[in-house]
């Protein structure tokens, strides 16, 4: 996300020189706010960087950019999903387990 943020930009400022207007911000615009920014679209907040994304001048960098941000939000989903399904594997291992040593103390 940083390099398509980055080149985002480079547009902006282009467009700016030749006496254009641009409404592009640059909301990532080093490194470790890259990480910081895609930590937080991994719990849900990703509407800033996207409306960001949209305003983008150049429009080669919107279409990748918008399609790596839906690959990124698939595959977080995917993920969290897959956490999910192993945290309730685990509980339901623990609770068998339980009743087994409750039905063997009883004995």
Do not use: H
Not at 42 to 64: H, P, Q, R, W
Not at 83 to 93: D, G, K, N, P, S
């Amino acid at each position: 996300f940083y390099i398509i943020f980055t080149a985002c930009e480079r547009a902006s400022k282009q467009i700016k020189e030749k006496g254009g207007t641009s409404e592009f911000q640059n909301v990532i615009d080093n490194p470790l706010e890259a990480l910081l920014r895609t930590f937080i679209m991994t719990i849900g907040e990703f509407m800033t960087i996207y409306k960001e994304m949209a305003s983008c001048d150049s429009v080669l960098m919107n279409f990748i950019g918008k399609i790596i941000f839906l690959i990124f939000e698939i595959f977080v989903s995917i993920l969290q999903f897959n956490l999910l399904i192993a945290m309730m594997t685990r509980t339901y291992e623990t609770i068998f387990e339980t009743k087994k040593e409750w039905n063997r103390q009883n004995k």
